[in-house]
């Protein structure tokens, strides 16, 4: 069974400009979680969705949003992008409420 | 605030050396305590989760050790392998928070042959 999927892997983005990132969750799970890894630290909780829902939202600034479509995938985006913005960009989806969470391998997000 | 502590940052052992990774937590809410395992250019992996109603589970090598009253958990590794060489990160939740984990800061095990 395939695990979640992140598109893309790698992306290169000048300050200012957006940026969309997709996440396909495991088969069966209709939960989908983003986190932000900066290097050299532990990943950060963004936003998650649940059956198109948002459920929880981090500490992170209104240039951040998400939505989840009806096949449960999910799109990240971040406008006006800044230096700090580069990190990797986990996914991370689940059966539901209080359930165990497996991560993607991210998206490599560096801003110039 | 960071609401999940972990140390030690680093830590080398030889093979066959049992690696200790400690975490400390402050909120009392959280009910789900899991390890992830990452290695470069990948997403974090589950290796191994408890509640806080046991205080010990071993799942392969693993072990995870849990004192509710001190409000610490800690990661052994028995028999580690230079296969084990990773980051670790210790993490927390409460079960109706929605995915919303807390992670540590992560340690970065190096086993040497």
């Known amino acids: 069974d395939a695990g979640v999927t992140q598109s893309p892997t790698h992306l290169i983005k000048t300050r200012g400009q957006h940026v969309t990132l997709r996440c396909s969750p495991i088969?069966?799970?209709?939960?989908v979680s983003w986190y932000q890894q900066v290097l050299g630290q532990g990943p950060q909780f963004i936003f998650q969705?649940?059956?198109?829902?948002?459920?929880g939202r981090g500490n992170f600034p209104d240039r951040f949003s998400a939505r989840q479509f009806p096949n449960y995938s999910s799109e990240l985006n971040v406008n006006a992008l800044l230096l700090g913005d580069s990190a990797l960009y986990l996914c991370?989806?689940?059966?539901?409420?209080?359930?165990?969470?497996?991560f993607g391998s991210g998206t490599q997000l560096s801003v110039l | 605030q960071q609401q999940v502590k972990q140390s030690p940052q680093s830590l080398i052992v030889q093979k066959g050396g049992i690696p200790i990774i400690n975490c400390a937590y402050e909120?009392?809410?959280?009910?789900?305590f899991p390890w992830y395992q990452q290695f470069p250019g990948k997403g974090p992996a589950l290796l191994i989760a408890?509640?806080?109603?046991?205080s010990e589970k071993k799942e392969g090598r693993f072990t995870i050790s849990f004192n509710k009253s001190a409000k610490q958990f800690s990661l052994h590794i028995m028999d580690s392998q230079p296969g084990d060489s990773a980051t670790y990160f210790c993490?927390?939740?409460?079960?109706?928070?929605?995915?919303?984990?807390?992670f540590g800061a992560g340690t970065q095990v190096v086993v040497t042959p």
């Open positions: 991370a989806s689940s059966l539901g409420q209080g359930e165990k969470l497996f």
């Open positions: 088969s069966g799970h209709k939960s």
């Open positions: 969705y649940y059956e198109k829902e948002e459920r």
């Open positions: 909120n009392t809410a959280f009910d789900y």
């Open positions: 408890i509640r806080p109603d046991v």
């Open positions: 993490a927390a939740m409460t079960t109706d928070s929605w995915g919303k984990l807390q």
